[in-house]
């Protein structure tokens, strides 16, 4: 499985936007770029995902290289309930349903 | 729309005994993973079932074991329980497995603590 870097813990203050980073230079030309987030006390939660185009959706953007060896992403604005652990997961177009983990970053939000 | 359902929430049991955990998943989904983590190891893949039948597995010992029912309800069995094997056990489900899905929904987890 190609695998996916990500800084340990990141932090932030309530209300400013928040740039998560993944490196992925192994990632190949089929697999998109997942990502997840974990809560306290609950199981993770999907956010958003990724090809090769920038995506929105409703929770965050993601940004993704041109050479697809990196992308970031972006909690437009965060709120204290936005503080979770981050998981930036590579998963191939094949119907593999393994998802990778990785350890993640923890994410603290600061009033 | 309920959520992925996991039962139990939390259980505790003995070294050498042996256990079985159940997911119910979102109505229409018929891909289930099941998934451990623990904090040394952070979240590892077991094995993925989709219409009864085993379609990946993870690398792990074969105490641990599982099955999927026509109605797409998942249990997960591990047998000689050992010490290490105390750990968050979450199962996730999907609509279908295949390029076009997209995202999997978690349960809350089991906490299994083995004494």
């Known amino acids: 499985d190609a695998k996916t870097t990500q800084p340990n813990s990141m932090e932030s203050n309530e209300e400013e936007p928040v740039h998560l980073p993944c490196n992925h230079s192994t990632i190949s030309g089929t697999d998109y770029i997942h990502w997840y987030r974990q809560l306290p006390s609950q199981g993770p939660e999907y956010v958003i995902h990724?090809?090769?185009s920038n995506v929105n959706n409703r929770m965050a953007s993601l940004a993704i290289a041109e050479d697809r060896k990196s992308s970031t992403l972006i909690l437009h604005r965060a709120t204290l309930r936005d503080a979770a652990v981050y998981y930036c997961i590579l998963r191939d177009n094949f119907g593999n349903e393994k998802l990778t983990f990785g350890t993640g970053t923890r994410l603290t939000i600061i009033p | 729309k309920a959520g992925v359902t996991q039962t139990p929430r939390y259980l505790i049991k003995t070294r050498g005994q042996q256990v079985t955990l159940s997911c119910s998943p979102i109505?229409?989904?018929?891909?289930v993973s099941w998934y451990q983590q623990t904090p040394g190891q952070g979240l590892q893949f077991l094995f993925e079932y989709f219409s009864e039948t085993q379609r990946n597995k993870g690398n792990f010992p074969g105490r641990f074991s599982g099955r999927q029912f026509s109605n797409s309800r998942s249990e997960m069995n591990v047998s000689t329980l050992e010490l290490g094997d105390s750990a968050l056990y979450l199962c996730?489900?999907?609509?279908?497995?295949?390029?076009?899905?997209?995202?999997?929904?978690f349960g809350q987890g089991t906490r299994l603590t083995v004494v």
């Open positions: 990724g090809l090769t």
């Open positions: 996730a489900s999907s609509r279908l497995p295949g390029p076009m899905n997209t995202e999997a929904f």
């Open positions: 109505s229409g989904h018929r891909s």
